[in-house]
């Protein structure tokens, strides 16, 4: 744990060295604010205490930036070579793997919690449904998590970062938007199943508040899935070099 630890300070380190995060929050603050409070169906046109604008917004902001956090995980390592350095000193490819994917989550987090301000805000103008909201920023922790499983298999597959984000987003859109369409598109047994890959289908429970196992092991499901082929794949193309 302690080697995982140090990783996950040192990639975490370098998004702050290298200013990517600075500009991730500072851009999904922008974003996720404009829309929440100022443009189309804000929190003042809908007229409810309610953090629901929010958490759709962040649904599709950070698929979108995901994929560019996670693209270098492994590909430039990959490519500069400092993967095999990392290799030799007795780290394991599960350690690599999850030191990195702990290290994108908490950048992640730490974007989410700078939008704490809104719930305080919404809580002063109404009633609010606090366990919608802590479903909603529980379901967008999840969803990020899942996301980032799947970007960083997608750098382990590739030394070409833009590649990788690339790949990220086409796994990505099948759970993000394909698997929903081909549940309405389909009924009965198949369509319950792309229903159940689809990845708005349990954010949107957890966003009403609704903590249900069955989203639970889905979201374990992904995120423990996209770490496994990270490191078999991770661990192939040391085995090759």
Same mark, same amino acid.
């Given at each position: 744990?302690?080697?995982?630890?140090?990783?996950?300070?040192?990639?975490?380190?370098?998004?702050?060295?290298?200013?990517?995060?600075?500009?991730?929050?500072?851009?999904f603050?922008?974003?996720?604010?404009?829309? /929440?409070w100022?443009?189309?169906?804000?929190?003042?046109?809908i007229?409810?205490?309610?953090?629901?604008?929010?958490?759709?917004?962040?649904?599709? /902001?950070?698929?979108?930036?995901i994929?560019?956090?996670?693209? &270098?995980?492994l590909?430039?390592? /990959?490519?500069?070579?400092?993967i095999?350095l990392?290799?030799? &000193?007795?780290?394991?490819?599960?350690?690599?793997? /999850?030191? &990195?994917?702990? =290290?994108?989550?908490?950048?992640?987090?730490i974007?989410?919690?700078?939008?704490l301000?809104y719930?305080?805000t919404?809580?002063?103008?109404?009633?609010?449904?606090?366990?919608?909201?802590?479903?909603?920023?529980?379901?967008?922790?999840?969803?990020s998590?899942?996301?980032?499983?799947i970007?960083?298999?997608?750098? %382990?597959?590739?030394?070409?970062?833009?590649? =990788?984000f690339?790949?990220?987003?086409?796994?990505?859109?099948?759970?993000?938007?394909?698997?929903?369409?081909?549940?309405?598109?389909?009924?009965?047994?198949?369509? %319950?199943v792309?229903?159940?890959?689809?990845?708005?289908?349990?954010?949107?429970?957890l966003?009403?508040?609704?903590?249900?196992?069955?989203?639970?092991?889905y979201?374990?499901?992904?995120?423990?899935?996209?770490?496994?082929?990270?490191?078999?794949?991770?661990? &192939?193309?040391?085995?090759?070099?």
């Amino acid at each position: 744990m302690n080697k995982i630890w140090i990783i996950t300070r040192r990639e975490l380190s370098s998004f702050f060295d290298s200013l990517i995060a600075y500009v991730l929050i500072v851009i999904f603050l922008g974003l996720s604010g404009f829309f /929440t409070w100022l443009f189309g169906n804000n929190v003042f046109v809908i007229g409810q205490a309610s953090l629901q604008v929010f958490f759709q917004i962040g649904f599709w /902001t950070l698929f979108f930036f995901i994929p560019a956090l996670t693209m &270098k995980m492994l590909a430039e390592e /990959t490519k500069s070579g400092t993967i095999e350095l990392l290799s030799t &000193k007795a780290v394991t490819d599960w350690q690599i793997v /999850t030191g &990195k994917f702990l =290290a994108c989550l908490l950048l992640v987090m730490i974007a989410l919690v700078a939008t704490l301000p809104y719930y305080v805000t919404v809580s002063r103008l109404g009633s609010v449904d606090h366990g919608a909201i802590i479903g909603g920023y529980l379901g967008l922790v999840f969803l990020s998590a899942g996301y980032i499983s799947i970007g960083i298999f997608a750098s %382990s597959i590739t030394n070409n970062q833009i590649v =990788a984000f690339l790949i990220a987003l086409l796994i990505g859109i099948f759970f993000q938007l394909l698997f929903d369409m081909l549940g309405f598109q389909f009924r009965g047994g198949l369509g %319950s199943v792309f229903n159940y890959l689809s990845m708005r289908t349990h954010f949107d429970s957890l966003s009403r508040g609704v903590i249900d196992s069955r989203d639970l092991v889905y979201f374990a499901s992904v995120i423990l899935g996209g770490l496994t082929v990270s490191q078999a794949m991770l661990s &192939k193309r040391n085995w090759y070099s």
